[in-house]
């Protein structure tokens, strides 16, 4: 069977210059001020670093401002609850993000819980995270919008349709179990959510339309797993010596599956412009 890739870098780049003519229309010509995310970084994983660097990239590209805030791998609880408090009070600053993984020793509930909901443009804060849950109007987190934007603009049906899920993080399991199966256009979705001690996981994998793995273990999904013409979404990325690979085993999905998003250049730019998008509609809400 013929597979067909879903390109994130081509659909980022049609949505980033939609996002760009908003802020034309809305911000530059009626002189207003330009969005501000604030990013707040702890410690030195490579990869943190690298998706933060990404995201600045961006915002430069775009004309978003940002700010930075760079904390070192020890810093205390306190310093950190303290930045957000500053982030949450600076009138300029639109939104912010606080970069996850953060350290064992900081109380990662009390921190999402510190950010003010109204600038949480993660979406990661129990009061928009419920809203999302209750269907209502909010900041929804910015993988989980960048998947179901990806499959909208391919014109790729979920309603109906059966949905397996593996991995259920915070970032992206969880939330998009949630939005796959709201009712709503780009809902309907029958969701199964499977996750670590998920018993005989290919029996709902072999069932499923739409498969999407973000399990964060390289190569995990399998072309033996899938049934032929799955849609396959791989929300993995990893460092692999030369070579970046994804959640899903490539070459014995490939040809199997009707859909396949590449790693890397499938979810990866979608999320970052995702991100984009909740900093304008902050932005838009604090105007
Ligand atoms: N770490 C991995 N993905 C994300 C994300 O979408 N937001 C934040 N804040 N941290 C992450």
Do not use: W
Request: charged share 20%.
């Amino acid at each position: 069977m013929t597979t067909k890739l879903l390109d994130g870098i081509l659909l980022a780049k049609e949505i980033r210059n939609e996002i760009y003519k908003i802020i034309k229309k809305e911000i530059l010509n009626k002189n207003k001020r330009v969005p501000h995310l604030g990013i707040i970084l702890t410690g030195n994983n490579s990869s943190s670093i690298t998706y933060v660097n990404n995201k600045i990239k961006e915002c430069k590209n775009i004309g978003i401002k940002y700010s930075l805030k760079h904390l070192p791998v020890n810093c205390l609880e306190e310093e950190l609850l303290e930045e957000i408090i500053k982030m949450n009070q600076n009138p300029c600053i639109d939104g912010f993000i606080v970069q996850f993984p953060i350290g064992k020793h900081i109380n990662q509930d009390k921190v999402i819980l510190s950010i003010n909901p109204k600038k949480d443009v993660d979406g990661f804060h129990p009061e928009n995270f419920g809203k999302m849950a209750l269907d209502m109007k909010t900041f929804f987190p910015a993988t989980a919008l960048g998947i179901l934007t990806l499959l909208e603009r391919y014109k790729i049906q979920i309603s109906g349709k059966y949905t397996v899920i593996i991995g259920r993080s915070r970032i992206v399991g969880r939330p998009i179990s949630l939005l796959m199966s709201r009712n709503s256009n780009l809902g309907n979705s029958t969701v199964t959510l499977t996750h670590s001690k998920t018993k005989n996981i290919e029996y709902y994998t072999q069932q499923a339309d739409i498969i999407v793995v973000a399990v964060g273990i390289p190569g995990f999904l399998k072309g033996k797993m899938i049934k032929k013409g799955a849609i396959i979404i791989d929300v993995g990325i990893h460092n692999n010596e030369k070579k970046i690979l994804g959640d899903v085993d490539f070459y014995s999905v490939y040809g199997k599956a009707s859909y396949l998003t590449p790693v890397p250049g499938g979810i990866g730019p979608m999320t970052r412009v995702m991100l984009l998008k909740n900093t304008l509609i902050a932005a838009l809400n604090n105007r």
